[in-house]
T-cell receptor, first 115, second 113 residues
């Protein structure tokens, strides 16, 4: 069975600093896809960034980047130069490559960026 | 930008009543999904669809039915609503490739009294 675990329930950081959010996953698939989504205070859920398991390079989009450690089944989200508007809940998610289209989500990490 | 619209945005239902949550997407995506969000559980998949006429069970399908009458529309049906189904429900769509990103609607807050 596939599983995604986010152990950090909440994190608080000062504005303009760097934060890392942890995520570990379990899968039997040899190929899989890892995602991070952001849920704002209004409830809107938006896609942030993706890592394909067969790619060695860590994905980067704007001030979001990933720390993909395949041997540890870990995919951390790094936000550099945090801004107040980065305050949100961040979800890690995974989809395997064998058959099902199911996207499995972690329980989320609440990030608060303080001025 | 992909548009996924859910209706209603808020719903209060009585125990034992029938509830239908509707979702419409305008981007010709093949895949559509219904998730529920509860504190401490993140997003859990209820039903999904690969295209018009198809529905598949997700992780927590009990007590829910789904209907995909067209490419654009995907409904979630609670035939006999129970208080345990009080939650926020999200619809999402995706183009139907393995590394697809999902586009989410704004959610429906359902309260079953």
């Amino acid at each position: 069975a596939q599983k995604v675990t986010q152990t950090q329930t909440s994190i608080s950081v000062m504005e303009k600093t760097t934060v890392t959010m942890d995520c570990v996953y379990e899968t039997q698939d040899s190929s899989y896809f890892l995602f991070w989504y952001k849920q704002t205070a209004s409830g809107e859920i938006v896609f942030l960034i993706r890592q394909d398991s067969y790619k060695k390079e860590n994905a980067t989009v704007g001030h979001y980047s990933l720390n993909f450690q395949k041997p540890k089944s870990s995919i951390g989200l790094i936000i550099t130069a945090t801004q107040i508007e980065d305050s949100a809940v961040y979800f890690c998610a995974m989809r395997g490559s064998s058959g099902s289209w199911q996207l499995i989500f972690g329980s989320g990490t609440q990030l608060t960026v303080m001025p | 930008e992909a548009a996924v619209t859910q209706s209603p945005r808020n719903k209060v239902a009585v125990t034992g009543g029938k509830v239908t949550l509707s979702c419409n997407q305008t981007n010709n995506h093949n895949n559509m999904y219904w998730y529920r969000q509860d504190t401490g559980h993140g997003l859990r998949l209820i039903h999904y669809s690969y295209g018009a006429g198809s529905t598949e069970k997700g992780d927590i399908p009990d007590g829910y039915k789904a209907s995909r009458p067209s490419q654009e529309n995907f409904s979630l049906i609670l035939e006999l609503a129970t208080p345990s189904q009080t939650s926020v429900y999200f619809c999402a769509s995706g183009p139907g490739v393995s590394n697809e990103r999902l586009f989410f609607g704004h959610g429906t807050k359902l309260s079953v009294l």
